[in-house]
């Protein structure tokens, strides 16, 4: 069930109706929205009873009942489709939003190079890691704290918001103090305490489905951060492992429309992590424009060969710009077959 509370409740009514329904035996997670309190309440327990029994309180706005496991990001939470602030860009309403820029940041230089052509190109966010989640302990993991200055700084000169992943819980303060949106990467998306520690900051996340989530796992993922108090979540598919070897993984375009019934939250697809190979993108993403996705994310870098990590599905800024034009049409299409969005909230 979700419960919301009335506006100008107050904390006492709140638990007041957080008692009731644990008196029948269902366990209570309230987060304070912006204008109200909302109560989950998850476990077995009389709904009918209990439901008769909340709508007859004051302080009661509503009291619904849902059979997801995930509650919060449910759509029957919210009809509406998020949208979600990320610097300028808003995601989930009127706009396809494209976050690239290069897998890692290696120099200044190449972070300020790669922002430009973002911003050219029609990006709206840029995309550089500093903590990189490498397969090899041998391989280049990240510039850290310099990298995240350098993006920053990148962001700052072509008037792009900034995305960047964090991995540890110790670092999610400082993560946040330099982006705009906190990537929780494939090989994390069940990291619970870091799940719950970005659901406690005031940033969008992106959360990535990982490389064997179910999309009820992926929803599960989301439920923590939103039941933690972050309501900002963008889920991303980056591609699931099969038995294919032709390319990195497979992309499952068909999980938007999936995701659409499920969740408001905003989906951004990822087809650079899910191929692997840089011949293959312009063509996917076509694909998550025609599907109906929210946005999407892909890398780019100034000289791909010499990039110190995910350089053979790395965009060349030509490649790009390229790529970008010959959406167009596409994101029109897009436009016109888009459901009307509600007003954004400030
Ligand atoms: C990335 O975005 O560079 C990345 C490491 O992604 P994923 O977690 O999807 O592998
Ligand atoms: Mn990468």
């Avoid at 890691?129 to 391989?139: E, F, M, V």
């Avoid at 598919?237 to 992309?251: P, Q, S, Y």
């Avoid at 110190?308 to 897009?334: C, H, I, N, R």
Wanted: with cysteine; charged share 25%.
């Amino acid at each position: 069930m979700i419960i919301s509370m009335k506006l100008g409740a107050t904390k006492e009514q709140a638990e007041d109706v957080c008692k009731r329904i644990e008196d029948f035996g269902y366990r209570v997670h309230s987060i304070q929205g912006e204008e109200r309190v909302v109560i989950a309440a998850v476990g077995k327990g009389d709904v009918t009873h209990c439901l008769e029994s909340l709508l007859s309180y004051d302080s009661v706005e509503s009291a619904v009942r849902i059979s997801a496991p995930y509650k919060f990001v449910s759509r029957q939470y919210q009809a509406d489709r998020s949208q979600i602030k990320m610097g300028d860009a808003v995601i989930g309403g009127d706009e396809f939003v494209v976050m690239a820029g290069p897998c890692s940041v290696e120099t200044e230089d190449q972070i300020m190079a790669s922002a430009e052509a973002v911003a050219a190109a029609g990006g709206k966010i840029l995309r550089g890691g500093a903590y990189k989640p490498r397969t090899s302990p041998y391989d280049f993991q990240g510039l850290e704290e310099e990298g995240l200055k350098l993006l920053r700084k990148a962001g700052d000169a072509h008037g792009l918001a900034v995305i960047t992943e964090v991995m540890t819980v110790t670092n999610v303060n400082i993560v946040a103090e330099y982006a705009d949106v906190l990537q929780i990467g494939a090989r994390n998306v069940q990291n619970f305490p870091l799940l719950k520690a970005v659901g406690r900051v005031e940033r969008p996340v992106m959360l990535k489905r990982g490389l064997s989530s179910t999309i009820k796992e992926l929803l599960l993922s989301a439920e923590y951060i939103v039941s933690h108090g972050n309501p900002n979540v963008i889920l991303c598919e980056r591609g699931i492992r099969t038995f294919e070897t032709e390319t990195r993984n497979v992309l499952d375009i068909q999980a938007v429309p999936v995701l659409n019934k499920l969740t408001h939250l905003p989906i951004v697809l990822d087809p650079a992590h899910s191929s692997g190979r840089r011949d293959l993108i312009p063509q996917i993403a076509r694909a998550c424009v025609s599907i109906g996705a929210d946005g999407m994310m892909v890398e780019t870098h100034p000289t791909p060969e010499s990039a110190w990590s995910d350089g053979p599905q790395s965009l060349t800024f030509a490649g790009f710009k390229q790529m970008m034009e010959d959406l167009k049409p596409y994101v029109d299409l897009w436009k016109k077959s888009r459901p009307v969005a509600a007003p954004v909230q400030a």
